[in-house]
């Protein structure tokens, strides 16, 4: 070490020495408690911060800083007891007894180590809450930690009600807590009995995700709380190598439009089977620099003591704050130096096995409830982490004085009781449709994309309340959203003349279609879009995914999710995208939402600028749902459908088209269409039948999702009435033809209740490409108009010949050119 180096550590002593002298209460907090020990630097940064809040005269919750901090380490440490017991035990004794074999789960199961690392960080949290009278909201990116989580919440009675009416602090109580962890029963009902989870469930308490897509809480957390709110992220240093973007939250924290955020990391420096990259490269040292590169300020502190976590949290909210000014006062510029936790302990610290692979879920090396050494080594842990039980109440004792501060319980916090609603919903300027809709000459065309952009704004601009984030990859402008560009612009922070940018833009964009998705995911106070291209919308499948998860368990339980539903636009489709290849031309994002809950994942084909107008508007009258919107483009879709009608197509999810058909009465068969370009080859295919007196109807579907066989009370309630059911697919008429944007075989399993076997035919995507226009995409997909009338007659069991020419059959047939017959 340095002389200065030594210096200033002997300087530190000495001040530490001097102010644990003339303060008791700080001397009886800094001689630890257990397998929790302050080490001289937090003693210094705690004790700076008590000079502080006396200097400031905040008084938090009205406990002492020392007498709480004293018992936050008996609640970490009570807590990490529970942990262990949690992943091993069967049976807990609050009289703190080793455990006997029969004691013993026989199939033990947990992440046991990261939970342990979790138990002073959330802790911690609850007492920087609690010093302050702040509630923060949290989140945490690691969910598989989640028994840390629910252990502190049980100790502190932070519970929800479905844990609450199960589990407290006495032995029956915390017995059938450890047992229902990993338990695998099944309730009378048939679903899962304990309300536990591996991860961050509906049942965990203020709770915001799963957690388990590790990274994507990297790329939220900075759009997520508004001004007013405090937001503290935790974050692991093994997803740190999941997503790209997360460096940049410097680029888009804005102190006019956000609230506080404290990121910490837990850098325990493993993964499962080996040592995270970050530990391989350098470990905290290296991260430091990686960091400050990348425009934050960090710094490193004890991950083991929840002291450091309290002092950590309160010293970054006021290092931004303190940025934030300098930017209002000085005009300092953007990015600012956002403050960046480093929380270091060996992974599973507190614990037998703590730093070793083993730590990460089954740290004993072996089972105690049949191995002897192993029985020894869980109880000698156990017995340096027990607190007993008069001394463990007392420090929860110090933690239930949220009224002296106002403020609401952690479960409580704002974060996870969003209410979001619209002050005002405007009405979309539709557009006229011709009074012939069958005579294609007077068709009038535009782009649909032209209605989203349109309504979204609109809907923006009468609710000024409301902070807008949109989630844009790229091509914003291609993509048709120029007027929803050119008014809440490019975020950046040095804005470019004579291009749409502003230091405080709504736009949030980057090559990384994770990243901006998640900022429109993530700002669940606001009002959100998300528009990329259709082909890489796959790209967002995870992140979506784990909203959609997290808000159907949340339906499930009775508590409905208070965000505004976000649109998923996907645009410049896969048929549009007919010249790009075949990395272009890719529905399969639409068809992976249709396998999710109905209810929550909506899935919806606009087949005009009408219907999209009329489906924009919809998606922020409801909460809780990702609506994903497969809308075209291009400025050649046709106007079909009235605004009467686009509003009935969204309430049903389908239509009969009164316009089309042929003697509807007499229907033989159903022509049905799933997406704007799929509707104008039936649309073509319908003629010619008409032409040659086959009776039929005309049926555009706007939802499949709204016509499957319901798998959940949700869908039960989602889905379409037996009545429009019959009304649309009479079972007299078995024939049926489905021609969809997406691939065949996934729509016609979600239409399941209207697929007639062999009666029915699918077409639309296989996989075939080339650098072609729409029509020659469509032919070769074999779901172009001649296609449709071929299906058509075959489950009509009527000779092609009567609906086709030799000439287009020879095309269809691949003997000859369908150039100027078909295509």
């Known amino acids: 070490m340095p002389q200065s180096e030594k210096a200033q550590a002997l300087r530190t002593e000495e001040s530490v020495a001097l102010y644990r002298k003339r303060n008791p209460e700080a001397d009886r907090w800094a001689v630890g408690y257990g397998s929790i020990h302050h080490t001289l630097q937090t003693q210094a940064r705690v004790f700076a911060v008590a000079e502080l809040l006396a200097a400031r005269e905040v008084k938090g919750d009205g406990v002492a800083l020392f007498d709480l901090l004293y018992a936050a380490d008996r609640v970490a440490s009570g807590a990490m007891w529970l942990v262990a017991h949690e992943t091993y035990a069967q049976s807990v004794y609050l009289d703190g007894r080793d455990l006997g074999p029969e004691d013993f789960k026989p199939r033990p199961d947990g992440h046991t180590g990261g939970a342990l690392n979790m138990v002073p960080a959330y802790t911690g949290y609850m007492a920087v809450n609690a010093i302050t009278g702040h509630t923060r909201s949290w989140i945490m990116g690691q969910g598989h930690c989640v028994a840390a989580i629910d252990s502190v919440n049980l100790l502190l009675d932070n519970m929800t009600e479905a844990h609450a009416e199960r589990y407290s602090v006495t032995d029956e109580g915390l017995t059938r807590y450890v047992r229902d962890f990993y338990s695998y029963r099944l309730g009378e009902d048939g679903s899962q009995d304990s309300p536990l989870g591996s991860h961050v469930n509906a049942n965990t308490a203020g709770g915001l995700a799963e957690g388990g897509y590790l990274g994507f809480t990297e790329l939220q957390y900075v759009h997520m709380p508004l001004p007013g709110e405090r937001l503290v992220a935790f974050l692991s240093d093994g997803a740190f190598e999941e997503q790209r973007g997360s460096d940049w939250v410097p680029r888009w924290w804005r102190p006019e439009d956000s609230g506080l955020v404290t990121p910490i990391m837990i850098s325990n420096g493993r993964r499962i089977d080996q040592r995270t990259t970050m530990s391989q490269q350098g470990g905290a040292d290296w991260f430091v620099d990686h960091l400050r590169l990348n425009g934050f300020d960090p710094f490193v502190f004890d991950g083991r003591d929840p002291a450091a976590f309290a002092w950590a949290i309160f010293e970054m909210e006021n290092r931004l704050e303190a940025a934030a000014e300098a930017v209002r006062t000085r005009g300092d510029g953007y990015p600012l130096p956002l403050p960046y936790g480093i929380a270091v302990a060996p992974k599973g610290a507190g614990f037998y096995g703590e730093g070793t692979n083993l730590a990460h879920n089954l740290p004993l090396g072996g089972n105690p409830h049949t191995d002897r050494l192993a029985a020894e080594r869980f109880n000698e842990s156990a017995r340096r982490l027990w607190v007993p039980l008069g001394e463990l109440k007392e420090a929860i004792g110090s933690f239930q004085h949220h009224e002296a501060s106002g403020r609401p319980r952690e479960r409580d916090h704002p974060l996870a009781k969003r209410d979001v609603r619209l002050r005002d919903v405007p009405t979309p300027k539709f557009r006229p449709v011709p009074k012939d809709r069958l005579d294609r000459s007077s068709w009038t065309r535009t782009s649909p994309m032209h209605a989203v952009d349109a309504t979204f704004l609109a809907t923006v601009r009468a609710n000024p309340h409301l902070r807008p984030r949109i989630g844009n990859p790229d091509e914003m402008r291609s993509n048709r ?323 086709l020419t030799p000439e287009e059959l020879a095309a269809l047939d691949g003997k000859a050119s369908p150039e100027g017959v078909i295509v």
Not at 547 to 555: A, D, K, P, W
Not at 616 to 632: C, F
Not at 658 to 679: F, N, P, S
Not at 701 to 727: C, D, I, K, Q
């Open 481 to 803: 959203m120029q007027s929803t560009l050119d008014a809440l612009k490019f975020r950046v922070t040095d804005p470019e003349p004579g291009i749409p940018e502003d230091i405080h833009g709504a736009v949030i964009t980057a090559l990384n279609e994770e990243a901006v998705a998640s900022a429109a995911l993530a700002n669940k106070g606001g009002i959100n879009i998300i528009v990329t291209y259709e082909a890489f919308g796959a790209k967002m499948h995870g992140v979506v995914r784990q909203e959609i998860i997290f808000s159907n368990h949340r339906n499930q339980c009775g508590r409905q999710l208070g965000w505004l539903s976000v649109p998923l636009v996907l645009t410049s489709h896969a048929w549009e995208n007919a010249k790009n290849e075949q990395s272009h031309q890719d529905p399969v994002m639409a068809e992976a939402m249709m396998g999710e809950p109905s209810d929550v994942s909506r899935v919806l084909f606009p087949a005009d600028y009408n219907t999209a107008a009329a489906v924009t508007r919809g998606v922020y009258q409801t909460q809780g749902q990702i609506w994903t919107l497969v809308v075209p483009k291009m400025d050649g879709i046709a106007d079909l459908f009235t605004s009467e009608e686009a509003g009935r197509l969204l309430k049903q999810g389908a239509l009969g088209l009164d316009w089309a058909g042929h003697e509807v009465t007499r229907q033989r068969v159903v022509l049905t269409a799933i997406g704007a370009y799929q509707l104008e080859e039936v649309l073509k295919a319908s003629a010619r039948l008409a032409e040659r007196e086959i009776p039929h109807s005309v049926v555009y579907m706007l939802e499949p999702g709204r016509f499957r066989a319901a798998r959940s009370e949700g869908e039960r309630a989602h889905v379409a009435t037996a009545a429009l059911r019959a009304e649309l697919y009479p079972e007299e008429v078995p024939a049926r033809v489905f021609v969809t944007h997406t691939r065949p075989e996934p729509l016609l399993g979600t239409l399941q209740p209207l697929n007639t076997g062999g009666r029915t035919a699918g077409l639309g995507f296989v996989n075939h490409s080339g650098t072609l226009n729409v029509a020659g995409l469509l032919f070769v997909n074999r779901c172009g108009w001649a296609h449709v009338l071929a299906e058509a007659a075959r489950v009509l069991d009527l000779p092609r010949e009567g609906v």
